[in-house]
T-cell receptor, first 114, second 116 residues
């Protein structure tokens, strides 16, 4: 089945540790996105990538880093510089075609920093 | 600056009735797109419906329709014949910048509760 997978579903880390969230898609989509969602809030864009080996900062990139070495993978690292990392993280992808306007989302990873 | 506003934090609706979820937007881009997503308690975002700024007709997808009023900058979601499974958070979103990057800007959401 084609889709977007994010692992793990729940993640716990100690304060000051870096943590990497996985996002994999087998939809052959060109663009991938990372969003953060806080309780009672909408999604905010962290980073996005429209092509392999290229990515751009979104609205809240500070304290995060990404890589796009393969088309199907777009991992997000939450660094110790991120002051409030506890949140729900959603990865999305979109094909480079006008036929689809929407982004397709993964199931999300809930990160809790203790 | 682009912005999406959803003024209804929560709403109740009786099963089988219709409900309208409000969304207003602000953008200076002549070309933009408007989306509605559903987020159940499990957390995944489910795409419901899309309206392009140049589309002449309101978008419809099954029980979902988008009431697009361009002059008022509103894009309300109408759910007809509500079902218990419609209980979820609903987010309005906008794609701006002419679609160059397909970045989405989201509103704060409306929590819909369908009562039997």
């Amino acid at each position: 089945d084609g889709g977007i997978t994010q692992s793990p579903k729940y993640l716990f880390r100690k304060e000051g540790q870096n943590v990497t969230l996985s996002c994999e898609q087998n939809l052959n989509h060109d663009a991938m996105y990372w969003y953060r969602q806080d309780p009672g809030q909408g999604l905010r864009l962290i980073y996005y990538s429209q092509i392999v080996n290229d990515f751009q900062k979104g609205d809240i990139a500070e304290g995060y880093s990404v890589s796009r070495e393969k088309k199907e993978s777009f991992p997000l690292t939450v660094t110790s510089a991120q002051k409030n990392p506890t949140a729900f993280y959603l990865c999305a992808s979109k094909p480079d075609t006008a036929f689809y306007n929407e982004q397709f989302f993964g199931p999300g990873t809930r990160l809790t920093v203790l | 600056a682009q912005k999406i506003t959803q003024t209804q934090p929560g709403m109740f609706v009786q099963e089988k009735e219709a409900v309208t979820l409000d969304c207003t937007y602000d953008t200076s881009d002549p070309s933009y797109g408007l989306f509605w997503y559903k987020q159940p308690s499990s957390g995944e975002m489910i795409f419901l419906i899309y309206q392009g700024s140049y589309d002449q007709q309101n978008a419809t997808e099954g029980r979902y329709s988008l009431n697009f009023q361009k002059a008022r900058k509103s894009a309300n979601l109408v759910i007809s014949a509500s079902q218990l499974g419609d209980s979820a958070m609903y987010f309005c979103a906008m794609r701006g910048d002419g679609g160059a990057t397909n970045k989405l800007i989201f509103g704060t959401g409306t929590l819909l509760a369908v009562q039997p």
